[in-house]
């Protein structure tokens, strides 16, 4: 019974986006050139309405401190953007995991099925887009402390300014997945968020106020060349950290653990199947992220609405403190306790949510083996069964989902601790997105190359 409402739910869903305006594939396909062209105008834009400021709501003291918030959501305080991709990254996450979760069955290897999920996940990112908005400002959080009360108009207005970025966000994305552009808005727009973070560490600077970054400190600042700089400006440290974590990902995400194969109908060809050493990719972080990052939503909710002295806000901002990730030797230093339960409560959601997303995603022995029968491989010396090929790849896949879970929280732990430019979950996130887009451009040049492949593909 639950099943089936949920289905109508989906169904629902993906009803609506039918009746919305929608983003039509392209044909004949664009050139890579042009796509580069159009995703490149797509994150100017991001960058002009992330520097807009919202009408009707009182000038903002906006930080430029890169925040978990901001990294995961891509997000900019009082401005257009300020909602950022949390709307999509949101409602993707829950469909996903009812999806794998076999809430809802629906099979996304069928084009009608994913078409439904598409749909679905397009208007629930608007409801979210609206209901967050509504939040934001029905809380009063841009008019808290400044002794001025909005109109319902004006009220109504900033919802709609920020529906409409978040809205015009979520078309941005299916214009890029469509295949005008190359990749997603939402990778696109997170890489756009950590490139700018690490860049402005380094040089940014506020004239008349304070050298910010670290060139201009080094400059500026003699004291700069310490270690550590107090404030969580940016810092040696820091920088050293930056390089050396971009170092280490690029290297691990390009490891692979090999498993020999067979070909039985070309008289036992043998060949190799790469599995990633980091198996999970980003994805156990990136949940983590997901999750302290609308913990800390729902905390400037909670003091939109309750106030920063209500005793149920103090209680759960005091809960989130010691989850949070610290900036920095100095902040690390300064609560050991902090720092403690911030890095096993890491590792540890990181461990169950890497082990989730490998049944959830497909990626477990079971589901691998049925790929590799149905393919018509076989490992040499185990029947070709998906029993015995699931025995043997569980040797591989569980072990490597757990190491990799593992490592790459204990990256973005010391990341943060050492006080890492873009925060620790911002660069693991960035490497992978570079990786995937490099892959993305060898791909597309391959076929522009080769027009068989596209044809083989049936992608013509």
Same mark, same amino acid.
């Given at each position: ?7 109508d ?5 993906a ?8 983003v ?9 050139y ?5 995703t490149g ?6 960058f002009?309405m ?14 430029t ?10 997000s ?9 991709i949390g ?6 996450l ?11 069955r629906?099979?996304?290897t ?6 439904k ?12 887009a609206?209901?967050?908005a509504?939040a934001?400002v ?5 008019w ?5 009360t909005?109109?319902?108009t ?13 809205v ?17 808005a939402v ?5 756009a968020g ?5 860049i402005?560490?380094?040089l940014g ?5 304070v050298?910010?970054g ?5 400059i ?13 400006f940016?810092?040696?440290?820091g920088a050293l950290?930056t #390089? =050396?974590m ?5 290297y691990l995400?390009a490891?692979? /653990? !090999? $498993?020999?194969v067979?070909? @039985? &109908?070309?008289?036992?060809?043998r060949?190799?199947?790469p599995?990633q050493f ?7 972080i990136l949940l983590?992220g ?5 913990l800390?939503l ?5 003091r ?11 209680l759960y ?7 949070t990730?610290?900036r ?5 230093s ?7 339960t911030?890095? #096993? =409560?890491?590792?540890i959601?990181a ?6 997303? /490998? !049944? $959830?995603?497909?990626?477990? @022995? &079971? ?5 590799l029968?149905k393919?018509?491989l ?6 070709r ?5 699931e025995?043997?790849?569980?040797q591989y896949i569980?072990?490597l989902a757990?190491l990799?879970?593992?490592l ?9 601790i050492?006080?890492?430019y873009?925060?620790?979950t911002?660069?693991l ?10 892959a993305?451009?060898l791909?597309?040049r391959?076929?522009?190359?080769y ?9 013509e």
């Amino acid at each position: 019974m639950v099943l089936e409402a949920m289905v109508d739910f989906i169904g629902v869903l993906a009803g609506i986006a039918e009746r919305l305006p929608s983003v039509s594939k392209p044909a004949p396909r664009p050139t890579l050139y042009r796509r580069l062209m159009l995703t490149g105008i797509v994150l100017v834009i991001y960058f002009i309405m992330a520097n807009i400021p919202l009408y009707g709501i009182p000038e903002q003291d906006v930080t430029t401190e890169f925040t978990l918030l901001r990294i995961i959501f891509a997000s900019s305080a009082g401005s257009l953007m300020e909602l950022g991709i949390g709307p999509i990254v949101t409602a993707g996450l829950i469909l996903q995991v009812l999806v794998g979760a076999k809430i809802v069955r629906i099979d996304l290897t069928k084009p009608d099925d994913r078409r439904k999920f598409t749909g679905a996940q397009k208007t629930l990112s608007i409801l979210f887009a609206f209901l967050e908005a509504s939040a934001f400002v029905l809380g009063k959080r841009y008019w808290i402390g400044t002794g001025e009360t909005p109109t319902y108009t004006i009220m109504a207005i900033v919802i709609l300014q920020l529906t409409f970025g978040a809205v015009l966000v979520i078309y941005f994305d299916e214009l890029i997945q469509k295949g005008w552009g190359i990749g997603s808005a939402v990778s696109l727009f997170i890489l756009a968020g950590v490139a700018q973070g690490v860049i402005w560490s380094f040089l940014g600077y506020i004239p008349g106020i304070v050298a910010y970054g670290l060139i201009p400190a080094l400059i500026i600042e003699r004291s700069a060349i310490l270690l550590a700089r107090p404030n969580a400006f940016p810092d040696i440290t820091g920088a050293l950290a930056t #390089i =050396s974590m971009i170092l280490l990902l690029a290297y691990l995400q390009a490891m692979r /653990v !090999e $498993i020999p194969v067979a070909s @039985p &109908r070309f008289r036992g060809i043998r060949s190799r199947i790469p599995l990633q050493f980091i198996y999970v990719t980003n994805i156990p972080i990136l949940l983590v992220g997901i999750l302290v990052a609308n913990l800390q939503l729902v905390q400037g909710i909670l003091r939109d609405f309750l106030g920063p002295t209500h005793n149920v806000y103090q209680l759960y901002s005091t809960a989130l403190y010691y989850i949070t990730p610290p900036r920095g030797i100095i902040e690390t230093s300064l609560d050991p306790l902090r720092t403690l339960t911030f890095a #096993i =409560s890491w590792t540890i959601m990181a461990i169950v949510f890497g082990l989730l997303w /490998v !049944e $959830i995603a497909g990626l477990n @022995p &079971r589901e691998q083996a049925e790929k590799l029968v149905k393919s018509g491989l076989e490992i040499p010396g185990f029947r070709r069964s998906p029993k015995s090929v699931e025995v043997e790849l569980s040797q591989y896949i569980y072990p490597l989902a757990l190491l990799s879970s593992i490592l790459v929280a204990v990256i973005v732990i010391v990341a943060d601790i050492l006080g890492a430019y873009g925060t620790g979950t911002g660069l693991l996130l960035a490497v992978g997105i570079v990786n995937q887009y490099y892959a993305l451009i060898l791909r597309e040049r391959a076929l522009e190359a080769y027009p068989l492949i596209k044809r083989i593909l049936g992608e013509e």
